[in-house]
């Protein structure tokens, strides 16, 4: 997958470093995804991923941290819509973020 954008990411470890390496292993394994539907991307990262047919929930560092993101499944782009604590997580809507 294309992830867009990775600065987003890379600018929260840097405010938050103890994310660094969970975000970093995350890229990495994202890269590589050639999700096609969201039961690819189910299948990858876990039963709980999927919230709507573009729009997954991944958790981060042990669920401390909560990453959400839309996917453009044909064309291969994941967007990147909201990385925040699982507490910061609760107080967003991540299905219209």
Do not use: C
Request: charged share 30%.
């Amino acid at each position: 997958m294309r992830i867009i954008s990775e600065k987003t990411l890379s600018e929260y470890w840097k405010a938050h470093a103890e994310t660094r390496g969970p975000l970093e292993a995350w890229l990495e394994f994202v890269r590589r995804a050639k999700w096609k539907k969201p039961t690819d991307a189910q299948k990858a990262y876990g039963d709980d991923v999927v919230i709507s047919s573009r729009r997954l929930v991944f958790n981060i560092k042990g669920n401390h941290y909560r990453l959400v993101a839309d996917v453009h499944y044909s064309s291969g782009i994941l967007f990147i819509r909201f990385i925040g604590t699982h507490a910061e997580y609760n107080r967003i809507d991540a299905k219209t973020i």
